[in-house]
C-alpha cells in the first residue's frame, strides 16, 4: 500500500486511507521503538535535510530521530545561523541544499503555502513541518493516533479543540484529520481568537469553556500564540485563563472524564494549570513520543515509490 501523494503538504490533502495507512504503520513503528535495539535499515541511502526557519523544539527533535531509527543520512539547517540573514531566497537556499543529493525535505517556515511553493518547483518529498498559521500535519496525525491509542477509534469521538483558533496551524490541520476520521470536532475560545465563517468546516463553535468541556470526550488545548498577535485580541492573559484556563477545580466539576492534550510548548497557567498537565488526565508525554513513530510512518510511506523505483 502506498500514498496518494508524494508530499505531505496538509492533511487536507490526504485520503482516509492515507491516514489510516499512517497510523497502522505508525503503530509497527511505535513496536520498534520500544525494543531494545530501536533502529531499523529502512531508509538507508535516503538523505533528508531538516530546514527550520522558524524555533521547534518538539517537531525539530522528533523528525531527526524518526529519521535516525530508519537510519536515514540527516543534514540538519537552522535559517538563523544561515545565509538567509545574506539576503539568500528560500529556493535558492533549497536548491543549493538539494544540489548535494537531498531526497526529502522536512521544512518549518512562518510564511504560509511555503512548502507549496517548494514542491512546485523541486524534486523531492516536502513535508510540512508547520507552515506559518496554515497546517501542521504531523502534529495533527499524531494528535489523532495518541486519541485512537485511548479510545480505539476516532469515528463518533467528539473532540474540542481549545484557545487561540484564529493563529494556529495545529487547529487547522486537527480539524481536517479529526473530521476526514469520522469524529465530532468543536473549537472554543474569545470569539477574536475564533475565526469567521469557520463553521463552514462542520465544526460547532462553544464561548464557555465549561460547555465545551460537558460536551466532549478529549480537550485538545493549545498555547495563545503571543507572538502571532499584533493586535490585543483579549483584555490580559489573566483574563483569559479565568475565562479559558482548565484547572483541576474546572475538571473535577465536569460530570464526565476529560482527555487533555495539548501540542505543547505548554504556556503553564495560562492555558493549562501545572496540576492538570502534570495529571494522569493528560497525554502530553504520549504525544510526544508517538511524534516520533508516526513521523517514521511518513517518512519511511514517501520515501517508499522512491525505492520501489531503484
Ligand atoms: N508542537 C510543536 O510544533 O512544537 P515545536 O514548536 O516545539 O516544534
Known amino acids: 500500500m502506498q500514498l ?7 492533511i487536507k490533502y490526504l485520503t482516509q486511507d492515507d491516514i489510516q495507512l499512517i497510523f497502522e504503520t505508525a503503530d ?10 530501536k533502529k ?10 531538516n530546514l527550520f526557519f522558524e524555533n521547534s523544539t518538539r517537531t525539530r527533535i522528533s523528525f531527526e530521530l524518526a529519521e535516525k531509527r530508519l537510519s536515514a ?23 543549493n541544499i538539494l544540489s548535494m543529493k537531498v531526497d ?10 511555503a512548502p507549496r511553493f517548494l514542491a512546485d518547483h523541486i524534486d523531492a518529498n516536502i513535508i510540512n513541518a508547520g507552515d506559518g498559521t496554515h497546517e501542521h500535519p504531523t502534529q495533527a496525525l499524531l494528535d489523532a493516533f495518541s486519541i485512537r491509542e485511548k479510545f480505539s477509534s476516532l469515528k463518533g469521538l467528539k473532540v474540542v479543540i481549545v484557545g487561540d483558533i ?3 496551524r495545529v487547529a487547522l490541520s486537527n480539524i481536517f484529520c479529526l473530521k476526514k476520521m469520522g469524529a465530532e470536532v468543536a473549537v472554543c475560545g474569545p470569539p477574536t481568537l475564533i475565526p469567521k465563517h469557520i463553521e463552514t468546516l462542520g465544526v460547532r463553535v462553544f464561548y464557555k469553556i465549561r460547555e465545551a468541556l460537558e460536551w466532549c470526550d478529549v480537550a485538545n488545548v493549545l498555547r495563545i500564540q503571543l507572538e502571532r498577535q499584533d493586535i490585543k485580541y483579549f483584555p490580559s492573559i489573566r483574563e483569559y485563563t479565568q475565562y479559558f484556563g482548565i484547572d483541576m477545580p474546572l475538571l473535577s466539576s465536569i460530570k464526565s472524564d476529560v482527555l487533555i492534550m495539548h501540542p505543547g510548548p505548554i504556556n503553564r497557567g495560562v492555558e493549562l494549570s501545572s496540576e492538570v498537565a502534570d495529571s ?9 513520543e508517538n511524534g516520533v513513530a508516526v513521523r517514521m510512518a511518513v517518512l519511511y510511506l514517501l520515501a517508499a515509490p522512491r525505492s520501489a523505483s531503484d
Do not use: C, W, Y
Open 166 to 168: 484564529l493563529h494556529s
Open 104 to 113: 526529502m525535505v522536512v521544512m518549518r517556515h512562518p510564511a504560509p503555502g
Open 4 to 10: 496518494s501523494t508524494k508530499h505531505l503538504l496538509g
Open 40 to 49: 531499523v535499515p529502512s531508509l538507508r541511502d535516503v538523505t533528508i535535510a
Open 280 to 288: 494522569d488526565k493528560a497525554i502530553i508525554l504520549d504525544q510526544v
Open 28 to 37: 509497527r513503528f511505535k513496536e520498534v521503538i520500544n525494543r531494545p535495539i
Open 73 to 95: 543520512d540527516v543534514l540538519n539547517f537552522s535559517s538563523s545561523a544561515s545565509s538567509v540573514k545574506k539576503g539568500e531566497t528560500l529556493l535558492d537556499t533549497v536548491k
